[in-house]
C-alpha cells in the first residue's frame, strides 16, 4: 500500500507480467519520491496494464497529479521522472493528468490507470 491506496492487482490476472512488474515495485522509494517532489497522485496506465507489456523492452507509462502550490513545477516533473525512472529500472513517460487535452486519451488512460501513490 502507498499513501493508503492500493495497486488493485484484481483484473489483471491475464497480464502475468504486468502483475510480476508491479509486485516487484519499490513502493517505499516511489513513496518516498512522490512527498519529495509534491505528488498529490501517481497512477500506472499504458502497456504496463495489459498484454502488450514486454518486460524487455517496455517503458512504463504514469500519470501524475502535482500538489498545488509548488514552487517549481519544472524541478518536480523532471526530478520524478528521473527518479522514477531509476526505481523501475526503464524508460519513463510521465504525463500530467491536467495537461492531457486529447479527450479520447484522456478518457482511455483514465479508464484503465491504477493508483499507485495517493497523498
Same mark, same amino acid.
Given at each position: ?45 499504458? %502497456? ?5 507489456? &514486454?518486460?524487455?523492452? +517496455?517503458? #512504463?507509462?504514469?500519470? /501524475? !497529479?502535482?500538489?498545488?502550490? *509548488?514552487?517549481?513545477?519544472? %524541478? ?5 521522472? &528521473?527518479?522514477?525512472? +531509476?526505481? #523501475?529500472?526503464?524508460? /519513463? !513517460?510521465?504525463?500530467?493528468? *491536467? ?16 493508483? #499507485?501513490?495517493?497523498?
Amino acid at each position: 500500500m502507498l499513501g493508503g491506496q492500493n495497486l488493485d492487482l484484481s483484473n489483471t490476472s491475464r497480464y502475468p507480467e504486468f502483475v510480476s512488474f508491479a509486485s516487484n515495485l519499490d513502493r517505499a522509494a516511489i513513496e518516498s519520491a512522490c512527498e519529495r517532489y509534491g505528488v498529490a497522485r501517481l497512477r500506472l496506465f499504458g %502497456s504496463v496494464l495489459t498484454d502488450r507489456f &514486454d518486460p524487455a523492452r +517496455s517503458d #512504463v507509462d504514469f500519470l /501524475v !497529479d502535482f500538489l498545488p502550490g *509548488r514552487g517549481d513545477r519544472f %524541478s518536480d516533473y523532471f526530478g520524478l521522472r &528521473d527518479e522514477l525512472s +531509476s526505481i #523501475v529500472g526503464r524508460n /519513463v !513517460d510521465l504525463v500530467v493528468t *491536467r495537461a492531457v487535452r486529447n479527450p479520447y486519451f484522456r478518457a482511455s488512460a483514465l479508464q484503465s490507470a491504477q493508483d #499507485v501513490y495517493a497523498a
